[in-house]
């Protein structure tokens, strides 16, 4: 049975025709009960669409796929990945649904029911996790890295069942698009070079136009997405924030951070922080993902080696060459983003600034202070006051030491506070939140949209958004499965 057609909103096509390899037309499951349980309206908005009407019983349509906008064509997108190091030539689009583009935008639904990726799945989600990538995808908007947005979270009224029975719920996403790494290895494993060429083309089109004038194109092109996601995982390893799942499928081209299942954000710093039941070998701990960046992008560079040249030793060897500046590119990214951190004017010598910040790596490794806190509290200690940062170290006089030759360099507390959130959200209150919403109470989870929306003002009445979990919170573990 074909679903009712909306004339309210057009969506584009362009991933469905022009990859149409790529592209399995496919339709939503049907949504016995649905309720809106979170729109976000300003996002709406910005992509032209009418919040009134996306909360009429067409605009929710839309939302869960039940409703298709005349000459949309809907589909499961196809992608292969290295899931924890191992290699799936088939997965896709499970439980999700590419509805089209809103501009350059896709607008994108997970939780939308199986489709001929699903394998073994149901299709389905939960509202929990629908809401935890709704709240930690817009608190990175907000915090200014690059990520999905989330439109909005349906609860579909059908039970899910996990370890337990849940609530379903759809999450309508927004993306510049949904090109992985493993697009292109799913690309490559056809054999089809012609197709490999297009969806090089289309991602260079949409992400990365100026490597269309390079002298070397597709080599421009890697170097791009390259030097994307230097500069991402260096801004989440500067906010605390562990993905948790960073498989090659869960690796944008664009450089937006995708896919919140098990992700988290550091209370005490740690890198071998791991918060996901099943990443039992630590493989996406906090403190490597910046190596799994490196390992996922030459798979990258391996699935795109016919494009860098006809003879594949030739290839290789372009592409190891090229490789090899990802260190220096997320070193720099992530330098710079400390010197920011820190507070430290342009003036202060990299000779000085690097084993600065090198020692204060190895006094939080040693000390583990609360990661957010500890950065606010820095710059308390700019502005006169050491004690609360002091506070949060046993080895006082290695602080001291250490605070003594920063303070020297007179670190502008100001500009500190601009880059360092008070507000991150932190797991015990998207616990707290996703809890009560699943069991009918939303205003919890909206006010820690509105505490969020802003992460670098701190509000009198929010202290205790801005503290770490009370130890009565314990050992945090995120679920996947999600
Ligand atoms: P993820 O861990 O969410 O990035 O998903 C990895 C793969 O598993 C993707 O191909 C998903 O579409 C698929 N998947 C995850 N959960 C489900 C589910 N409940 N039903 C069907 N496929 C799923
Ligand atoms: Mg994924």
């Not at 049975?1 to 991933?15: D, H, I, Q």
Request: glycine share 8%; proline share 6%; net charge negative.
């Amino acid at each position: 049975m074909n679903p009712p057609l909306s004339t309210a909103v057009s969506l584009g096509t362009r991933y469905a025709t022009e990859l149409a390899d790529l592209a399995l037309p496919w339709q939503a499951a049907e949504v016995p009960e649905p309720r809106l349980l979170v729109l976000n309206e300003s996002l709406a908005t910005e992509l032209g669409l009418d919040p009134a009407w996306l909360r009429s019983d067409e605009g929710i349509g839309l939302l869960t796929g039940t409703v298709v906008p005349e000459g949309a064509t809907p589909v499961a997108q196809a992608y292969a990945g290295h899931q924890f190091g191992g290699y799936s030539p088939r997965l896709g689009d499970g439980r999700a649904l590419l509805m089209g583009e809103l501009g350059s935008h896709d607008l994108h639904l997970k939780g939308s029911g199986r489709t001929p990726f699903s394998r073994g799945g149901d299709g389905f989600a939960a509202v929990g996790p629908m809401l935890r990538e709704y709240v930690v995808s817009e608190a990175m908007h907000a915090l200014g890295i690059p990520t999905t947005r989330s439109l909005a979270v349906v609860a579909t009224g059908r039970p899910v069942r996990r370890e337990a029975v849940l609530p379903g719920a759809v999450l309508a996403r927004i993306a510049s698009s949904h090109l992985r790494v493993g697009t292109f290895q799913y690309a490559r494993s056809t054999g089809d070079a012609d197709l490999l060429r297009q969806l090089a083309d289309h991602a260079i089109a949409r992400h990365h136009p100026h490597a269309a004038d390079a002298e070397q194109p597709y080599l421009a092109f890697f170097e791009s997405v390259m030097q994307a996601q230097a500069s991402l995982v260096a801004q989440w390893m500067l906010v605390g924030f562990v993905h948790g799942v960073m498989n090659t499928d869960n690796m944008t081209i664009s450089g937006q951070t995708i896919d919140y299942g098990p992700c988290a954000f550091l209370d005490a710093f740690d890198p071998t922080t791991v918060f996901s039941s099943i990443d039992e070998q630590g493989r996406y701990a906090f403190g490597n993902q910046p190596i799994v960046a490196e390992w996922n992008l030459a798979r990258f560079a391996e699935s795109i080696l016919p494009l860098l040249a006809d003879d594949e030793s030739a290839g290789v060897e372009i592409a190891t060459t090229s490789l090899r500046t990802f260190r220096d590119r997320y070193s720099a990214a992530w330098s710079a983003g400390m010197r920011a951190k820190l507070g430290l004017a342009s003036s202060v010598d990299d000779a000085v600034a690097r084993p600065l910040v090198a020692d204060l790596v190895a006094l939080m490794t040693a000390g583990h202070p609360d990661h957010t806190g500890f950065f606010r509290a820095l710059a308390t200690a700019a502005r006169g006051d050491a004690e609360p940062a002091r506070g949060m170290f046993l080895d006082l006089a290695g602080f001291d030491a250490w605070a003594e030759r920063w303070l020297a360099l007179a670190p502008d507390a100001d500009a500190m506070d601009r880059v360092n959130p008070a507000y991150v959200p932190r797991n015990h209150l998207v616990e707290e939140a996703l809890t009560a919403a699943t069991d009918g109470d939303l205003a919890p989870v909206e006010r820690l949209l509105s505490v969020l929306a802003a992460p670098y003002d701190v509000r009198p009445g929010l202290e205790r958004f801005a503290e770490p979990a009370p130890d009565s919170f314990g050992q945090y573990t995120t679920f996947c499965g999600t």
